[in-house]
């Protein structure tokens, strides 16, 4: 049979691997939503620029149509 002593320490090792595991999965989790909110932050900034990127083509294509009266 283990001494209380021995049980007694690998109970507050448990405990302290425990609270570290607690404070890791917090931390990851602060992690999780910071990178979340930078997606969403992203994924706004593309969909306000999607339009933007084909316009130019666009106009420099109809300018060339009018210059050849195509």
């Not at 939503?33 to 620029?49: K, M």
């Amino acid at each position: 049979m283990p001494d209380d002593t021995t049980v007694r320490d690998m109970l507050f090792e448990v405990a302290c691997d425990v609270k570290w595991i607690r404070e890791s999965l917090d931390e990851i989790k602060e992690t999780h939503d910071e990178l979340e909110e930078r997606v969403r932050e992203l994924e706004g900034w593309r969909r306000e620029h999607a339009g933007t990127e084909h316009r130019p083509r666009l106009n420099i294509g109809a300018l060339l149509l009018r210059l050849f009266g195509l």
